[in-house]
């Protein structure tokens, strides 16, 4: 089983609605945001990236959007399918010569 | 995951042995960074190598070392386990150190210290 799940706060979602995943990142200076997405007995998979010049960023299905007034950073994914059951974690880099810096994650749960 | 393995995939180990898990890259990445993940925790960086015998270290290196004598490989060695580093550990690799995209984990190395 995915025993690094267990104390995870849970967002369950009808299949076909949108998920909005939150995230309040620590560090007012860091100028790039990722999110990844975790499957159980994976390693984390990049989902988007967004810059800290940018407030809002499309791809496929996932849209990220960043407050910096708030610290704040959000992934919503449209029309949620169950393949999209998995952990989200975002990570924040404070500059350009520093590892990034990961929260603690947010599982989604899919409900068919 | 492509460009990055990491081995064992799982391991069983009395407390006080020495262990190293192994990290192989074949992406010629030059940053590469050991991760463990736990429970309430998420992931927390470990160490980190930007180059040939160049490492750092990260939030939670006590009772870790790392080395890496090539840029393909980058072990971990925990030289006298302990139960707290029960975890699940990942190496990731990146061409630059945020990484363009982010970083490439591998899948994991599940270690129990009995």
């Known amino acids: 089983g995915e025993s690094v799940g267990l104390h995870l706060p849970t967002l369950s979602v009808q299949e076909g609605d949108n998920s909005i995943i939150n995230c309040a990142y620590s560090n007012s200076a860091s100028d790039y945001f990722i999110w990844y997405k975790q499957e159980s007995g994976k390693g984390p998979q990049f989902i988007i990236d967004?810059?800290?010049?940018?407030d809002k960023r499309q791809g496929q299905r996932v849209t990220v959007l960043l407050n910096k007034t708030v610290k704040h950073l959000s992934l919503q994914i449209a029309a949620t399918q169950p393949g999209d059951s998995a952990v989200y974690f975002c990570a924040e880099a404070y500059s350009g010569n520093t590892p990034l810096v990961f929260g603690k994650g947010t599982r989604l749960s899919v409900i068919a | 995951d492509a460009g990055i393995t990491q081995s064992p995939r799982h391991k069983v180990t009395e407390t006080g042995t020495p262990v190293t898990l192994r990290c192989h890259q074949t992406?010629?990445?030059?940053?590469m960074y050991w991760y463990r993940q736990d429970p309430g925790h998420g992931l927390r960086l470990i160490h980190y190598?930007?180059?040939?015998?160049?490492?750092d270290k990260g939030e939670v290196s006590d009772g870790y070392s790392v080395s890496r004598s090539k840029t393909e490989d980058f072990l971990l060695t925990l030289e006298s386990a302990t139960s707290s580093q029960t975890s699940v550990y990942f190496c990731?690799?990146?061409?630059?150190?945020?990484?363009?995209?982010?970083?490439?984990f591998g899948s994991g190395t599940r270690l129990t210290v009995v």
């Open positions: 990731a690799i990146s061409a630059n150190q945020q990484g363009n995209y982010g970083y490439t």
């Open positions: 190598s930007y180059g040939v015998k160049d490492t």
């Open positions: 992406e010629n990445h030059r940053y």
């Open positions: 967004i810059r800290s010049n940018m």
